[in-house]
């Protein structure tokens, strides 16, 4: 079983970058579909990046262009560099590994992060 550690985090100003990673024990995350979720407060947990194991991705719509996922597999982690942030990037990030190709439901993901908070000042 898949444990999974987000790190990276923070309070950015609008416009700035971080950089999330998300690192596994127990599995190597080259065999799974790897994504990254986001809760914002009073709104539901909700897609936005994946990365299968034939190294497709997808994001969602309001993200492309700033975010990126990848994988770095001598590190056995996955990051989302996430640049050009916005107030309403504001949320807690968690990574999830799945079994199956990209998915966009959080059912379809088995192992999950604690998350780690990303707040974005205007």
């Known amino acids: 079983q898949a444990q999974l550690v987000e790190s990276g985090g923070g309070l950015v100003q609008a416009g700035a970058s971080l950089r999330l990673s998300c690192a596994a024990s127990?599995?190597?995350?080259?065999?799974?579909?790897m994504a990254w979720f986001r809760q914002a407060p009073g709104r539901e947990r909700e897609f936005v990046a994946a990365l299968s194991r034939d190294e497709s991705t997808y994001y969602r719509d309001s993200v492309k262009g700033r975010f990126t996922i990848s994988r770095d597999n001598s590190k056995n982690t996955v990051t989302l560099q996430m640049n050009s942030l916005k107030p309403e990037d504001t949320a807690v990030y968690y990574c999830?590994?799945?079994?199956?190709?990209?998915?966009?439901?959080?059912?379809?993901?088995?192992?999950w992060g604690q998350g780690t908070q990303v707040t974005v000042s205007s």
């Open positions: 127990g599995r190597t995350l080259s065999t799974y579909t």
């Open positions: 999830a590994a799945g079994l199956r190709g990209i998915r966009f439901q959080i059912q379809e993901y088995a192992f």
